[in-house]
């Protein structure tokens, strides 16, 4: 079965895909081995990781494809990955579209900001009409060679324009051919609750630490007509305060032994990347005769 079949079979399943966000490979080999089922590729975590910069549209199309790719290839798990609003018009969403699948991703999440563009929980967004929105919509559906893939469609219309206009946006959105709904930043729990029975449709939730929308836990979310949540900081912000921390023991110290109790050991670490998989393939082409 492929990725991104199995990606439409956990979306028709009686529970939430709970995604957790990965910035770089590794971060993505961390959530399959937690046992997840997906995981989702943050925009705002690979800016951070590959610019050490913010996610204000910064970012290229060509860095953020080689980042999908990276973490497409380390993983076994079907791939959901911000493609922020396709990086241009309708015919560059056809590219990006056509990019994101050959990287191996079955998720492909387009919003409906102008460039350039701001993370969903950042104030300062500005949309594009909802008539251009659309079209990338279509231009998405065109562009997929997988049928399986999922399009994903967000809206950021609600710190624009207000609930009512981010609900049209997203029935029209739905109504232009996207598999999934993502109204970014509900404010509120009425707004959570009322969204799947306006809209009508899969809906994706963004579990954001002190954002704009309430956390909630997964069955409650799946209850509320949501299939898939993600969760795209929970690496990036643990990790960040784990180096902040252990270098300013490093610092404070001038001695790398106070800092070991903070960390996984060699042998650990090699058994989690795998390095004796590798050393065990290499021995297959060696030939037993020149040894």
């Not at 080999?29 to 996610?55: I, K």
């Not at 080689?66 to 380390?74: K, V």
């Not at 996207?178 to 970014?184: K, L, N, Q, W």
């Amino acid at each position: 079965m492929s990725k991104a079949k199995k990606l439409r079979e956990l979306l028709a399943g009686d529970k939430i895909v709970m995604a957790p966000g990965a910035y770089d490979a590794w971060s993505a080999r961390m959530v399959e081995a937690a046992g997840f089922s997906a995981v989702y590729m943050t925009g705002y975590g690979v800016s951070a990781s590959t610019l050490g910069m913010p996610d204000i549209g910064l970012i290229s199309y060509n860095e953020i494809v080689t980042a999908a790719r990276n973490i497409c290839n380390a993983t076994s798990i079907p791939v959901i990955a911000d493609a922020d609003n396709g990086y241009g018009s309708a015919l560059n969403v056809v590219r990006t579209v056509s990019g994101y699948e050959d990287a191996g991703v079955c998720g492909i999440q387009l919003e409906d900001q102008v460039m350039p563009k701001r993370c969903g929980h950042m104030e300062g967004k500005q949309l594009v009409p909802k008539e251009e929105m659309v079209a990338k919509i279509r231009a998405a559906v065109y562009a997929r060679k997988n049928p399986d893939t999922v399009i994903i469609a967000r809206t950021d219309a609600i710190a624009v324009n207000g609930f009512e206009d981010a609900i049209d946006r997203a029935v029209a959105y739905k109504e232009a051919g996207a598999d999934v709904i993502f109204v970014e930043a509900l404010q509120n729990r009425e707004q959570v609750e009322s969204t799947a029975k306006l809209v009508g449709a899969p809906l994706m939730a963004n579990m954001v630490e002190n954002g704009k929308t309430p956390l909630d836990t997964a069955e409650n979310l799946y209850k509320m007509g949501f299939r898939i949540a993600i969760y795209p900081v929970v690496t990036l912000y643990p990790a960040t305060k784990a180096m902040a921390e252990v270098l300013q023991i490093l610092k404070e110290n001038e001695d790398l032994r106070p800092c070991m109790e903070y960390e996984v050991d060699f042998p650990t670490f090699n058994k989690m990347i795998g390095v004796q998989q590798w050393r065990d393939l290499e021995k297959t082409f060696v030939d037993p005769y020149t040894e």
